[in-house]
């Protein structure tokens, strides 16, 4: 082998990295008795980078020239760095030599645009059609369907494809325009509709003829860039609340802007806003999971997710009417809203509920998180009554008895954060209970 | 009553449906060979039976379906002491139950059965996600692995699915067996020397070192200095499995 592919290698790994989507779940592809490679719809995580990302797929551009001047990308125009491309061969050999060494699930591919759109597009198909048809290849292929191709273009890439994501990278169309001249959500939003639609419809149709080739059987998903912009959190689970339910979307990836980028159309970032990206992450797993609606987690008056605590906490807390919750009675969706109670342990509670009254001993050999949901509880122990419900007091007794690790992204004006209030609860018990027991931190 | 017997998944089966047949409580089951005679109590040995075992997994399939099986064999190839107890428990509560117990997770026996599950199940997901497979002369690829239960006849089906248009083998070089294929079928197969946890140089290809550089320079690569977080990555990828990982060679 040739230092020439290490040295391109290098830089198109490196230039396709802050795309965060790295997902190979979700698609289930058979393997054919002489082909290569399967997708088992769960998405294996070969490796970790040192940040502890998920290396699933070989992500790389196919090249990194680019006509467009992007402000947040590191590929753009004006940015001097050194450029590559690799061949269309040169793609497929790295894919197949990968994949049958089990270092990946498969192959993420995104380009740069050089020469026009279609022009970029049509190798981006040519290398998914060479693996699929000439390989056999039936791993994971997630490609980007750039915005502005050609209807043809994208629907050929649907058919080689598991996954397709658009990037609308900034969360609001008028911030876009500032960062990227070049670039408008209508060019974006033209493919993903065409997708959503051609996705839906072969679904529908492959349910009566099954001999449907598959189109994007993985759908499709995008990147949302955050923190280069001034959009709120609401602003952007908004949007994403949109796109899982308009475009059918199967991932939002978040992106905490990391200042790779000294353009002057951007702030100047001390660090990537990770814990933010964090709490969309939680947040946008409530959507998917959870049953939550965006108006339940952010709202006019609370247009940020609280930094410091989890949104689902933040919602439990916001809403004391709605608790304590009989983990014995209520209905599997209520279960699930407790906080540190995830799915796995939901679906144990109203499995094992049938065989008699759980107890708090239980819950916890069942993986309820304690120290988060005992607020929240009610259990055949009966312990809530006994802690009376303060949002206030549990909030503080949820940040201040934790071990607090120091946060970069927050600023440490005066040394010691805030000493731990004693924690008296400030309403009076409903009538007929026992008053509370007073707890201390 | 204590029994002892060859280690075999059959055999402790065999030993459950004794304990049946004699209408006696086991309170220790343990493998001969790893059997500490005691003071006070002589032990049963009983010998493996295939019909005895599959009656046992007959009863057990009836009372808890497929996952009821599923869930001890997994159990006992974690290899864990006293794991052969814990799986008797289990088979006598399921047998004495008129439900299904398999979802009972009030009972200690079961729950601690499915936390086990659960690290088994880990494990082989790591053996899906680590294996790393080097090619050889005469077009074989081959992984070594060095698992912390001995899950490798869980793992193999998965790649049987994968690659069944390869040669391959992988090797537990703890337990010095391996699941070979060859395009058409697994086998179980022990290397008459014992394989050291490296494989020589000088029976790979030569592209196969290649492959590895670009490998390694991809995972440097794709790094994101900026957001570096330790914990996190020994977390998901622990010490005790880089020494089969490419990326984590010193290049
Ligand atoms: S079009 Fe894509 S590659 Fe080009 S500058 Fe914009 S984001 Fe970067």
Redesign the pocket.
């Known amino acids: 082998m040739n230092n020439r592919i290490q040295e391109k290698l290098e830089i198109l790994a490196d230039a396709a990295k802050y795309d965060v989507s790295c997902s190979s779940s979700g698609s289930k592809r058979k393997n054919t008795k002489d082909g290569l490679g399967n997708a088992t719809g769960m998405g294996i995580c070969h490796t970790y980078t040192q940040d502890g990302r998920c290396v699933s797929l070989l992500k790389i551009l196919l090249t990194n020239h ?1 006509i ?3 402000a947040y ?1 590191v ?2 125009r004006s940015n001097d760095v050194k450029r590559a491309a690799f061949t269309v061969q040169e793609v497929v050999d790295l894919t197949i030599n990968f994949y049958k060494r089990n270092y990946i699930e498969g192959l993420f591919l995104s380009s ?2 050089f020469k026009d759109v279609d022009y970029t597009m049509e190798r981006l198909v040519r290398i998914a059609k060479r693996l699929r048809l000439e390989h056999k290849f039936n791993g994971y292929i997630h490609l980007k369907a750039i915005p502005g191709a050609s209807d043809e273009l994208i629907h050929e890439a649907g058919l080689y494809a598991d996954r397709l994501s658009v990037n609308l ?1 900034i969360p609001s169309e008028m911030s876009l325009k500032k960062v ?1 001249p070049e670039k408008d959500y209508a060019s974006a939003y033209k493919p993903m509709n065409y997708l959503s639609e051609t996705i839906t419809g072969h679904k529908e149709e492959k349910k009566t003829i099954r001999s449907t080739p598959n189109f994007a059987p993985a759908g499709q998903s995008t990147q949302l860039v955050i923190g280069a912009t001034p959009e709120t959190d609401k602003n952007i689970l908004e949007l994403a609340g949109d796109l899982y339910q308009e475009q059918k979307l199967k991932r939002v990836y978040y992106s905490g802007y990391i200042p790779i980028s000294d353009d002057h159309r951007l702030p100047a970032l001390r660090e990537a806003p990770l814990r933010r990206e964090n709490r969309l992450y939680q947040a946008d797993w409530l959507l998917r999971f959870y049953g939550f609606k965006v108006d339940e987690i952010v709202d006019d008056e609370n247009p940020h997710l609280d930094p410091e605590l989890d949104p689902k906490m933040g919602y439990a807390l916001r809403h004391p009417e709605h608790f304590p919750i009989d983990v014995n009675k209520a209905d599997y969706e209520w279960i699930l809203r407790i906080p540190g109670v995830g799915v796995k342990s939901a679906k144990k509670i109203i499995n094992a509920r049938r065989f008699g009254q759980l107890r708090r001993e239980h819950l916890k050999k069942i993986g309820v998180i304690w120290k988060r949901a005992k607020y929240f509880i009610i259990s055949a122990d009966r312990d809530f009554i006994n802690l009376g419900f303060n949002p206030e007091v549990i909030r503080q007794q949820i940040l201040y008895t934790g071990k607090r690790k120091k946060d970069p992204n927050q600023l440490d004006l005066f040394g010691n954060p805030l000493a731990p209030i004693p924690l008296i609860p400030t309403t009076p018990p409903p009538a007929g209970l026992s008053s509370p027991k007073i707890r201390t931190a | 009553m204590i029994f002892c017997y060859d280690g075999s998944w059959n055999g402790l089966l065999s030993v459950i449906f004794e304990s049946f047949r004699l209408q006696t409580h086991a309170t220790k089951i343990v493998p001969t060979e790893v059997f500490q005679p005691g003071l006070f109590e002589a032990p049963i040995t009983i010998a493996t039976d295939e019909g005895h075992a599959k009656r046992v997994l007959k009863g057990v399939e009836k009372k808890c379906g497929k996952n009821g099986v599923d869930l001890i064999y997994q159990c006992f190839l974690s290899e864990l002491p006293e794991i052969e107890i814990k799986i008797y428990h289990f088979v006598r509560t399921a047998m004495s139950a008129t439900e299904n117990v398999l979802h009972n997770y009030r009972d200690e026996t079961v729950l601690a059965l499915h936390k086990i599950k659960k690290m088994i199940g880990r494990e082989v997901h790591r053996m899906h996600a680590f294996v790393r497979f080097q090619e050889t002369k005469d077009g074989m690829l081959v992984a070594l692995i060095n698992p912390d239960f001995n899950v490798l006849p869980l793992s193999g089906k998965h790649f049987v699915d994968r690659y069944p248009a390869l040669h391959w083998l992988i090797y537990d070089t703890k337990r010095h067996y391996g699941w070979h294929y060859d395009q058409h079928q697994s086998r179980f197969i022990t290397l008459t020397e014992r394989q050291h946890e490296y494989l020589a140089a000088d029976l790979l290809t030569d592209s196969e070192t290649d492959y590895q550089a670009l490998w390694q320079s991809y995972f440097k690569k794709t790094d994101i200095p900026e957001r570096r977080n330790m914990k996190l990555h020994l977390q998901h990828v622990p010490k005790r499995y880089w020494k089969f990982l490419v990326e984590k060679w010193e290049g």
């Open positions: 680019c467009f001047d992007c990308c590929s753009r740069g645009i990278e990227a």
